[in-house]
């Protein structure tokens, strides 16, 4: 939700707040969407290393209990959001996908994909709805083919660990098919990302080869480390990926604001 500040154009305090608001609005909205699905799915959780401790699957909290907490956040968030709805079509397409996500999507195989990284493709579209500004088409196909390629590590790995028993879907996929798939959305990732930064200034293309270097370490941790169990580990723990995102973020602002 805040890429659309990366806009030297959109940078202001103005901006900054109405986009913080929106970040506030996503954050109860998918607080609402956690709880609804850990409610939901506190039989499979249960047989899931690690999801089997979460509150609800573990006994300590009560659906009922999970249940009111849920109605109280969409409380507040119907309050966040107020009477300005059509400005918030974004978070309500979200929060009716996701509802759609935790009874039915979520079994269909490759479906399941394309829903979740919609959620985050919705969340740019927030943003842009926040500040003002058109949405970007090159950027929101980015954002889609970065979450398709997180996404596609996770079940990798939980593919690799065996968690057909807890997410049905993955019966439909196997590791080529999904070895095949990264490298695709890898490269439309990169292609879209090209496009994009174009569309700003030349001198931001400099950032390409850090983006492509990012692409290449996220492919060595799933395919070499069998990592990518959790995408926000990598993203925010490796340091070879925070370096590297330093980088980018330093030679991009520069190539907006001097090219």
């Not at 990366?6 to 707040?17: E, F, I, K, Q």
């Not at 699905?37 to 999801?51: E, L, Q, V, W």
């Not at 879209?192 to 850090?210: E, G, K, R, W």
């Amino acid at each position: 939700m805040v890429l659309p500040l990366l806009d030297p154009a959109l940078l202001g305090w103005r901006h900054a707040g109405r986009a913080g608001i929106a970040v506030l609005a996503f954050i109860l909205a998918s607080a609402v969407v956690y709880v609804a699905n850990d409610i939901a799915d506190r039989g499979r959780d249960r047989a899931h290393p690690t999801k089997r401790d979460r509150p609800i699957a573990a006994g300590r909290v009560s659906p009922w209990a999970a249940g009111a907490l849920a109605v109280s956040l969409a409380a507040v968030l119907a309050a966040v959001v107020g009477p300005a709805v059509t400005d918030w079509w974004p978070l309500l397409a979200y929060l009716v996908v996701n509802a759609a996500y935790s009874f039915v999507l979520k079994h269909v195989p490759l479906v399941d994909l394309f829903v979740v990284a919609l959620g985050f493709v919705l969340r740019l579209a927030q943003g842009y709805e926040a500040v003002g500004s058109p949405s970007s088409g090159w950027l929101t196909l980015c954002v889609l083919a970065v979450c398709l390629l997180l996404i596609l590590g996770k079940r990798r790995h939980e593919l690799r660990a065996g968690g057909v028993a807890h997410r049905p879907a993955l019966a439909g996929y196997n590791e080529s098919l999904l070895d095949h798939l990264l490298v695709l959305t890898a490269a439309l990732a990169l292609i879209t990302y090209q496009l994009y930064v174009y569309t700003f200034s030349a001198a931001a293309l400099f950032t390409v080869p850090f983006a492509l270097f990012a692409l290449f370490r996220y492919l060595q941790v799933v395919l070499v480390n069998a990592g990518g169990g959790s995408p926000v580990r990598v993203l925010l723990r490796d340091r070879v990926m925070l370096v590297n995102a330093a980088l980018w973020l330093l030679v991009f602002e520069g190539g907006l604001l001097y090219g």
